[in-house]
């Protein structure tokens, strides 16, 4: 078991600018979780964040969503579970909402094209690394 | 019924959903299509904006499809078709895990079928972000500088060992931090757009 338990509202702020600050997904994720849970709070050793990985991915639906789950159930049972969740999902639903409505007039702009076209590449090569800070704690 | 059809059908998605984000958005895609709630090429178009916002790419996509279908009421319905199936399936596994975890945790089988998953996790991200290599990420040579430049970032705190609190470890995770790289990005994205 992990020494340190986090307050729900700790919990829920962590996640929350997990959700926020997360750009392309679960595999882009992994590198802010394990930062933040594994790095800054540790919460969860190496070992058991790869344990909270291979589950989350085993498991069908959206590997940040499982994730989440894992972290919050482990931490502090079903409140947990709901914070987690709930700080996950709630930038992304918010930031869709508003793109959803008004997005389609800029999206076209060459200047919102030119910052994303820098950004991708940054979002593969995090993934990539993410594969080197795991990789010496397989065994 | 579309809000009915929304929420069965992301519900669907999300209980045979293995494999990530774009494994999953090739299943909503068939739904999709299928009832009509937006076009083909729309569809690419929330695909692509789903990357490139925050947030995991499949729930991206349930709400803005969901809204784009059935307004607020709708996108509340999809995303949340699609996160119910996860509660129930890794709730129940998270129980299994505590109690086979506390009690096995010495044992040897566990120990390697724990290592063999773990091993199999790492490939999986490294196949994730080789995929990722496409023209339509790397348009050019610029895009490859970026990303070496980013890649060797992310990875110095692997290689090069500080002391807890002392300044180089500030600034190592300064230089490191995801969030800072990608700002940092779009930063010159927005550069490179002003002075042509």
């Given at each position: 078991?992990?020494?340190?338990?986090p307050s729900l509202r700790t919990l829920f702020l962590t996640y929350l600018k997990i959700g926020a600050f997360t750009?392309?997904?679960?595999?882009?994720m992994?590198?802010l979780v394990?930062?933040e849970v594994?790095?800054?709070?540790?919460?969860?050793?190496?070992?058991?964040?790869?344990?909270?990985?291979?589950?989350?991915?085993?498991?069908?639906?959206?590997?940040a969503?499982?994730?989440a789950?894992?972290l919050g159930?482990?931490?502090?049972?079903?409140?947990?579970?709901a914070v987690c969740v709930t700080g996950a999902v709630l930038p992304s639903f918010v930031v869709?909402?508003?793109?959803?409505?008004?997005?389609?007039?800029?999206?076209?702009?060459?200047?919102?094209?030119?910052?994303?076209?820098?950004?991708?590449?940054?979002?593969?090569?995090?993934?990539?690394?993410?594969?080197?800070?795991?990789?010496?704690?397989?065994? | 019924?579309?809000?009915?059809?929304?929420?069965?059908?992301?519900?669907?998605?999300?209980?045979?959903?293995?494999?990530?984000?774009?494994?999953?958005?090739?299943?909503?895609?068939?739904?999709?299509?299928?009832?009509?709630?937006?076009?083909?090429?729309?569809?690419?178009?929330?695909?692509?904006?789903?990357?490139?916002?925050p947030g995991?790419?499949?729930?991206?996509?349930?709400?803005?499809?969901?809204?784009?279908?059935?307004?607020?009421?709708?996108?509340?319905?999809?995303?949340?078709?699609?996160?119910?199936?996860?509660?129930?399936?890794?709730?129940?596994?998270?129980?299994?895990?505590?109690?086979?975890?506390?009690?096995?945790?010495?044992?040897?089988?566990?120990?390697?079928?724990?290592?063999?998953?773990?091993?199999?996790?790492?490939?999986?991200?490294?196949?994730?972000?080789?995929?990722?290599?496409?023209?339509?990420?790397?348009?050019?040579?610029?895009?490859?500088?970026?990303?070496?430049?980013?890649?060797?970032?992310?990875?110095?705190?692997?290689?090069?060992?500080?002391?807890?609190?002392?300044?180089?470890?500030?600034?190592?995770?300064?230089?490191?931090?995801?969030i800072?790289?990608?700002?940092?990005?779009?930063?010159?994205?927005?550069?490179?757009?002003?002075?042509?």
């Amino acid at each position: 078991m992990s020494a340190n338990k986090p307050s729900l509202r700790t919990l829920f702020l962590t996640y929350l600018k997990i959700g926020a600050f997360t750009i392309g997904g679960g595999y882009a994720m992994l590198a802010l979780v394990e930062r933040e849970v594994v790095d800054r709070y540790r919460w969860l050793d190496e070992k058991e964040f790869l344990n909270m990985m291979a589950l989350a991915q085993a498991a069908p639906g959206l590997l940040a969503v499982n994730s989440a789950i894992f972290l919050g159930h482990r931490l502090c049972g079903w409140r947990g579970v709901a914070v987690c969740v709930t700080g996950a999902v709630l930038p992304s639903f918010v930031v869709i909402l508003l793109i959803a409505m008004c997005f389609s007039r800029y999206k076209n702009l060459p200047a919102v094209e030119a910052v994303f076209r820098c950004i991708r590449p940054a979002v593969v090569a995090l993934i990539a690394a993410t594969v080197v800070r795991l990789a010496k704690h397989i065994w | 019924m579309v809000y009915l059809q929304l929420f069965l059908s992301f519900l669907k998605v999300g209980f045979i959903g293995f494999g990530g984000g774009m494994a999953i958005i090739s299943l909503i895609k068939e739904d999709v299509l299928r009832y009509g709630w937006v076009t083909e090429q729309e569809f690419v178009d929330i695909v692509a904006i789903s990357q490139v916002t925050p947030g995991p790419i499949g729930m991206n996509c349930a709400t803005y499809i969901g809204y784009t279908a059935g307004g607020f009421a709708g996108s509340v319905l999809a995303s949340l078709g699609i996160i119910l199936p996860s509660l129930l399936i890794m709730l129940i596994i998270c129980r299994l895990y505590d109690r086979i975890h506390d009690k096995w945790q010495d044992n040897q089988v566990f120990v390697w079928v724990m290592r063999v998953i773990r091993l199999l996790v790492v490939f999986l991200i490294a196949h994730a972000a080789i995929t990722l290599m496409s023209p339509a990420t790397f348009p050019d040579g610029w895009s490859w500088v970026l990303f070496g430049g980013v890649f060797v970032c992310s990875v110095l705190p692997v290689f090069i060992h500080t002391e807890q609190g002392s300044v180089g470890h500030r600034v190592l995770d300064a230089v490191s931090h995801p969030i800072y790289l990608i700002l940092l990005c779009g930063a010159v994205g927005l550069l490179s757009y002003l002075i042509g």
